[in-house]
């Protein structure tokens, strides 16, 4: 390489992204990104919001129209600087599973469709009707993360004849919440079906994506969602429609997952939602923006965040209408020229709330 | 007991290094491969030459005697695998000595990273490269670190300069980039008074009209 070339392509992705990830400071990181094209390209910036960026008790006094243009500005700006990574954090349930736990649906968080001892995949129980679907649901690093695609392996059964391949016609994705918590490492474990019929009863969605066609090939398929999305619960599910694949022993249908992967932005522990109430009832939630939390390494599981809340805390309510309009404007400023869609009512109706916690002040942020 | 296994190296540019098994398994890919049974040969580097594979074993002989003399100073252990291990105690010592020559051995290997990653560009990018060929975190983490410090607190500009990149965006998009990330050209002294204005409250209606209309992107 002589001295005119660019070194970060050069170097290759794993060698850039070392370097810099390395860069703390979020100016850095757009100065990084404005040096060249192939700069730009590596899309790394992370907001470390471990920078004192309030610097005195003065920040809770702005006037109303500085402190809201200050912190949309913020928040539409870690929304283009965080990685894109893989967002899944845990397994919550499967509809159905054979063989548990051989089969159990942890093993799709696993890459391989094998690893030393044995096979890998999440199996379902076995059906005469191939119409029945199948549902895998899944708990995001994040109570809030914008989702780009999800990938999905079907299972080639290497170990039987024929080497068949137990995908399922079509896959369908949904995000939402969960109206009670579920504890993580509960219970939950031992009694898989139990989990599932929870999922079913407290699982609210507030995104349904659209059908993609899955193909009947051992390999990563990727779904890339027509537009990015925000998932605001952290509780994301794959519904795997249709079965094509008869296991010769017994002549059911099987789907079999070996991998399933969803890739996007966790927004924690910058930004962190909390449901008021029954959300289903009221619709509100309560969107927390911290300046001073410290950027964890790992991703952030819900119990450690609400324990670290800090002195400081920008309250913002959102109405359940608002949250539409409040997502589409995230989403404007993390990939630009998204088209709005008008369907989500006036700037009136936004309803976007600021306040300093203790409710008094109710001024409208419509912009 | 001194271990006896050697293997050897050979550089795309037909050198060949002899090293311990201790200073070979620093490295994860040479490790796997003699794993994998292949260390009975040369092996066989193509992506490394010979003047980087000298910097890559040096870094992974301090690595092991370091390792060794840690081992010393934090549990008074006896075993002493590599010849020129820095420490040769035959009893445990006292804990305030332990402290102190933990602390001693923590500094000279501060100063002896800031030696050893004192190098020319070129020879930075090669030595990243290689770490990241070898699998040697540590190697590959201190370069990553090397790389970063040269690109932190600069301008676009600047940073181009330093290492002779081109700017190939178009007028238009770049136009499109500064409006969208207003604090580009900003030096970190710059960034850090403005920010500090907006926490105090001490722009002028101009200049907060000035970056409304800059960060218009944000909020609409």
Known sequence: MGNCSDFLPWLGTDVSMQILTKLDDPADLVRASAVSRSWREFDVMELNNGTDEVGSNSSLEWGSLKRDYRVYALLAHSFTSFRRKDCILEAISASSTDNYPEESIDNTLEPDDRTEERASYWSSEGEGNPAVPETLTYRLVSGLCVITEISIQPFQAFFQFGCPIYSAKAVRFRMGYLMEPLESGSDRMDEPSASHRYIEDNFISTYVSPEFPMAQENSLQKFKLPEPVLCIGGVLQVELLGRVQRQEMDGLFYICVSHVKVVGRPLSPTFEVTFLDRPGKTGNCILKYNPNVERSMSPARSSEVESSLPSRLRVFRLMQRGVRGWEQMIINALVGNVAFDGDYGSDDELGIVADDGDYESDEELVE | ?220
């Open chain 2, 1 to 220: 007991m001194a271990s006896a296994k050697v293997f050897v190296l050979r550089t795309c540019d037909g050198e060949t290094f002899e090293i311990d098994e201790s200073v070979a398994y620093v490295s994860e890919t040479i490790k796997n491969m003699i794993e994998d049974g292949f260390g009975h040969d040369l092996i066989p580097l193509p992506n490394v030459s010979s003047k980087i594979l000298l910097k890559v074993i040096e870094y992974c002989r301090k690595h092991v005697s370091n390792f060794e003399s840690s081992k010393k100073t934090s549990n008074g252990d006896e075993k002493d695998k590599d010849n020129d291990s820095w420490k040769k105690e035959k009893e445990a010592v006292p804990e305030v000595e332990k402290d102190a020559e933990e602390k001693a051995r923590v500094e000279e290997l501060k100063e002896w990273e800031t030696t050893f990653i004192d190098i020319d560009q070129q020879v930075l990018f090669d030595l990243l490269q290689a770490a990241n060929y070898l699998n040697i975190k540590g190697l590959l983490v201190m370069a990553a670190e090397k790389a970063a410090s040269m690109i932190r607190g600069k301008t676009p500009e600047q940073i181009r300069e330093t290492f002779n990149i081109k700017n190939d965006f178009t007028p238009e998009e770049y136009e499109d980039i500064r409006k969208k990330d207003a604090m580009n050209d900003f030096t970190p002294e710059e960034y850090e008074e403005i920010r500090k204005k907006i926490a105090d409250n001490h722009f002028t209606p101009e200049e907060y009209e000035q970056i409304r209309k800059e960060n218009a992107w944000a909020i609409e």
